[in-house]
């Protein structure tokens, strides 16, 4: 007969952590796992979320900077969507301020 033991646990105790995402970091995740599933709404969220600040407004075009003043031209796609190539030049701006911590 073998006896199974966990390498370096007290077979008696074994704790269980969970993690609850954030709202911030679940719109994060879905905006990485579908950048054209957004709505605009959620974009600008996401924007300010991550410490972006809205410039100006020319008609339907937005002007958004990062903190480190990278601007983003964003504007509304087809039935109040965010346009895909759109969010995923914003995650990739992300992860270059951040140096890929996000």
Known sequence: MSKTYFAGLDKNVITTYSYKMTKR????????NNPKD???????TLLRHAGWTFDHQKGS???????????L???PGKNG?????????FLVAL???????T
Not at 38 to 44: G, P, R, S, V, Y
Request: glycine letters at 4%; hydrophobic letters at 25%; charged letters at 35%.
């Open 73 to 75: 031209p964003v504007q």
């Open 81 to 89: 969507k965010a346009k895909g190539y759109q969010v995923e030049q």
């Open 95 to 101: 992860m270059e301020e951040t140096d890929g911590e």
């Open 25 to 32: 970091e679940k719109l994060l995740s879905r905006a990485k």
């Open 38 to 44: 957004l709505t605009f709404d959620e974009f600008q």
């Open 61 to 71: 075009h937005q002007i958004w900077y990062s903190p480190n003043r990278r601007r």
